[in-house]
């Protein structure tokens, strides 16, 4: 079959399973990779939007490869929570329970590969600066590789843990001046390998209003490229350097709301993302968007920009990621995918908005006696879920129904 002209890259591996989900990829135009055999040794030296594996397959995938990749989704069949730590210790933010509904997967990789650049919520820059970091009383040395107001992406020799606490200090040589610190929590691991330091993915905790101007700029400033890292001193062992000139600050453009597949680190929409947030700040850059999408992309984007992921399911409701679609207070019908066959639900939500960096809270409107049994049943038993966390966080996939507001 032949590819679309600027579709997204995916790399698929099994070892036949998985021959439905290519389908639906190919139906979703998007350029896929398939291997049966494990990844080629050329795999690693590609940016994908996405890898897509077996968790068989998944456990095997060498660190470069994943580094490689913008967001990672494994399917499991059955459940098992050992399994799913351990995808998430190979940096998968996504699992994915078999049986699933064809038409809530279908939606699931739809929202996956066209996020379209609204869906960003705060821009990623690269730095490449040695900083400092405290875990607990202990000073660490890092470089800091990647930097958005909601979380920072860390090259280090130094030994840390998924959801363990890290407080960055950035240093003023890189901070226009005036250092200062900001916590934040290990989200993502890749562990050291021979020769290479261990890449940390922190998610930063809610900072206030002076504090987040302080990192704004800081990623304005970088905006223009990374800062120039002397060769001796790229390694996360190198001593911080006394004063190299600052960036200056650049205002960064607003992108234009267009309807089109935007390069994005990653997953990561783990879910920028999928997160969490499925789509967190730290996915990898991709090839540079195409001069002139091809048309199919244009309704494809639409309809992604209907999905949304939501976490956090109740009676009461659930708490969605940010969507312009869901940026306004008022009341949407929605269509919630939890079950692996029969009809979606299709609820009245009330449309909250949430705090600092939190998604919208959808509150249940006039929710049957009957809708709210069957809730109840699937709470334990929903498809999708982060790799490492519990029920409790499994994410439910939403269709918006209702038309854009014009």
Known sequence: ????????????LHDGEL?????????????ITERREGPAPQDAESNWRLVLASARRALDLPTDLLRASAFRIAVLDGQSRTVCALLRRASFELV?????????LRLLLLHTLYRGPEKRRTPRVSVGAPLHFRAGLRRHRAILAEISERGCRLLTSQRAALGQTLTLQIPAAIAGGHAFSVKGLVVRLIPAQIGTPSVLTLEFDPVPGPLRVRLR?????????????PQ???????????????APVVARPEPAAVAEPAPTEP??????????????DFESDLEPEPPAPPRRLVPLCDEASRVVLAHGLCREG?????????ARSGELTVA?????????????VQVEPGEVDAGPWLRFKDLAPADGERLDRLLTGLWAVPAGDGPENALVVCEILDPPHG
């Not at 079959?1 to 698929?12: D, E, F, N, V």
């Not at 021959?19 to 350029?31: K, P, R, S």
């Not at 997953?267 to 967190?280: Q, W």
């Open 1 to 12: 079959m032949s590819q679309l002209t600027g579709a997204p890259k995916i790399l698929l």
């Open 19 to 31: 021959a439905d989900v290519a389908a639906l990829l190919c139906e979703l135009g998007a350029a």
């Open 96 to 104: 994915v329970r078999r049986p699933v509904h064809p038409v809530a």
């Open 217 to 229: 700029s800081l990623v304005s400033a970088y905006s223009v490229g990374p800062s120039a890292l």
């Open 232 to 246: 001796a001193d790229a390694t996360a062992d190198a001593p911080l350097p006394t004063k190299p000139a600052a």
């Open 267 to 280: 997953i990561e929409t783990p879910g920028e993302a999928l997160a969490p947030d499925l789509e967190t």
């Open 318 to 326: 659930m708490r969605a990621e940010p969507s312009p679609r869901l």
């Open 336 to 348: 919630l995918h939890l079950e692996s066959d029969g009809p979606p639900l299709r609820v009245r």
